[in-house]
């Protein structure tokens, strides 16, 4: 009998681990199915808020759940921040509602990236009047005439919704202005200087309105969509002039008019530090932009060590051939041509990149009167749902060499942002992670490729190590202007000092001080995201030593995607941990 009953009792136990595994998979797959519903909300809450984002990142919304949404640029302001604010707190309560073991591996580093966005945009939310939208080069006013010239026409729904958020262009600057306003009356207000480029850039878009490229283009823009009548196209143009006539040039000329009456009211000369609240702030956006936790003093140590192994390079390699100075003065690329270099690239990167099918994409150049204010070159990021169609924009500026595009090139094609951008996009993750910008690690990896580039360039390896070292030099020495001027209160005179040994003219160094006090934080993510990038490709080398592979690595780094840094090495910890492990076993 008490066999039987003991028989029993393990029947009964055996029926409850059953039952057990049984509810907890199926609780799994519901934790994972809500998990994946509030992804999806997040996603759409984020796309929707206005209609240019939505419209630069799906080409077919619709697919997505998304429709009947009504065109808007959105607004900004204090109230519309504390918002944001109240919102980030909310999602990151929901996420942190959720099982993170019982989520799936790829489900679990989609969480990991949320919740330190959601935590550091509630950090920086705490500092509003430090928030600044516009800027010489990438503030929104100099940035949306490129967006609104690229705004792709898939549909003849698109030509009207792009007519119309043409039409709200008016009613966003005035938030900006009022924004500005209040800035000003609290003291944050920008400097004069930073306030005159700003308004030079305006007047420089709006000098010829009637020939403007945003009513000159769009004849030719139009023509890819089929079946429209030419009553259509003419009504369409006539719509487009309009919208450019009485929304958008009077909105720039508006935005001149309040720069101007707010222009004296600054109460800071300096650098974001010279703020109450500046310095706290500055660490907070740079670590946000940057995708690295280190501090501002550990940036800056790392920046200084770099710096000074690339001068001990400089001078070593200078020293053993006196004639790097000429070649690099006359350096010929193999490839001048943005479209030639492009293939050049592609057919190069094989040995030490996953192969990339071919995509489609095109080189334009920026309109003549934004030459003066853009960058050298600029990719576009496509829709999630239309990845294979890509577009990068070459200032032809005659300050820029064209002749010396090559690395440039590889900066923002191939192996650069648009390579990365697309091989992302193929992986087919959730479109959450998509739209999470980490600066760093975009800018990191262009900056990491690009430095690549010159040893793929046909150059001797003495030219091919001074001009990486020379580069990246350069990126550090930005660097720690930028952390000089914004974390530790750098004068003019104190810029012009540092660089002393690095220019010919202190006009030289007035300007680089005056680009950098106009857009903080700007070349950090560039130089610390290459950091970062190194200081794991050094934890992959000294781990798997003679099996480590420079192929397989980048892999790993484009497979995970744009991430923070410490978030990227817990995993890439793990992979080589697997790696070590495979290759004990094949020995």
């Not at 509630?122 to 503030?139: D, F, K, N, R, S």
């Not at 800071?268 to 907070?284: A, D, I, P, S, V």
């Not at 690690?441 to 070292?469: P, R």
């Not at 003019?492 to 006009?507: A, G, L, M, Q, R």
Request: charged residues 25%.
């Amino acid at each position: 009998m008490k066999k039987l009953n003991r028989l029993f009792a393990l029947f009964l136990s055996l029926i409850l681990v059953i039952s057990l595994v049984g509810c907890k998979e199926k609780t799994q797959e519901d934790i994972q199915k809500s998990y994946h519903t509030f992804l999806d909300k997040l996603f759409k809450d984020q796309v929707t808020s206005d209609s240019l984002s939505l419209h630069y990142t799906l080409a077919n919304p619709e697919n997505y759940g998304i429709k009947n949404i009504k065109p808007t640029l959105g607004t900004f302001s204090i109230d519309q921040m504390k918002k944001d604010i109240i919102d980030a707190e909310n999602n990151r309560n929901k996420l942190q509602e959720f099982n993170y073991d019982w989520l799936t591996k790829e489900d679990q580093i989609t969480y990991e990236i949320l919740n330190d966005v959601f935590s550091k945009n509630l950090a920086i939310g705490t500092y509003p009047y430090l928030v600044e939208q516009l800027g010489p080069t990438t503030g929104l006013q100099a940035q949306l005439p490129i967006l609104f010239a690229e705004y792709a026409f898939y549909s003849k729904d698109d030509i009207t919704t792009y007519i119309k958020l043409l039409n709200c262009v008016d009613d966003y600057f005035t938030s900006l202005e009022e924004f500005e306003k209040e800035k000003s009356q609290k003291g944050y207000f920008m400097t004069d200087d930073i306030a005159d480029d700003i308004i030079a850039q305006c007047q420089d878009f709006i000098k010829s309105p009637e020939d403007n490229f945003l009513i000159t283009s769009f004849k030719e823009r139009m023509e890819i969509i089929p079946d429209l009548t030419d009553k259509e196209k003419s009504d369409f143009e006539e719509k487009n002039k309009a919208a450019i006539l009485t929304s958008v040039i009077p909105a720039y000329h508006s935005l001149i008019d309040t720069l101007i009456s707010l222009k004296g009211s600054s109460k800071n000369e300096n650098g974001l530090c010279g703020f109450e609240g500046g310095k706290e702030y500055y660490e907070l956006k740079v670590q946000s932009s940057t995708g690295s936790s280190k501090t501002i003093p550990e940036m800056k140590r790392s920046l200084k060590a770099l710096l000074n192994r690339c001068l001990s390079t400089i001078t070593t390699l200078s020293i053993k051939d006196p004639t790097l100075y000429d070649q690099y003065i006359n350096i010929t690329f193999p490839e001048t041509e943005p479209n030639a270099t492009m293939e050049y690239l592609a057919a190069q990167i094989t040995k030490d990149f996953p192969v990339l099918d071919s995509v489609n994409y095109t080189v334009k150049y920026v309109p003549d009167s934004l030459e003066n204010h853009l960058s050298p070159a600029m990719y576009l990021v496509p829709p999630i749902d239309f990845y294979t169609e890509n577009c990068i924009y070459i200032n032809d500026n005659p300050n820029f060499d064209m002749t010396k595009l090559f690395p440039t090139i590889a900066h923002e094609g191939y192996p650069g942002h648009l390579y990365q951008n697309v091989y992302f996009r193929k992986l087919n993750k959730h479109p959450i992670r998509s739209v999470i910008n980490v600066t760093g690690y975009d800018e990191g990896w262009a900056t990491y490729v690009e430095c690549y580039s010159y040893g793929i360039a046909g150059l001797s390896q003495n030219l091919s190590d001074f001009l990486k070292a020379n580069m990246i030099a350069v990126h550090c020495l930005y660097s720690l202007t930028d952390i000089g001027i914004h974390y530790e209160e750098w004068t003019k005179e104190e810029t012009i000092d540092f660089w002393s040994n690095y220019v010919s003219s202190p006009e030289d160094a007035e300007g680089i001080y005056n680009s950098i006090l106009g857009e903080p934080g700007i070349y950090l993510p560039y130089c610390v995201g290459y950091i970062e990038i190194m200081e794991l490709k050094s934890l992959a080398k000294s781990t798997l030593q003679e099996n480590f592979r420079l192929k397989d690595f980048h892999t790993f780094l484009l497979d995970f995607g744009p991430a923070p840094y410490d978030i990227i090495e817990k995993y890439l910890k793990n992979w080589l941990t697997e790696k070590t492990g495979s290759n004990s076993e094949k020995k």
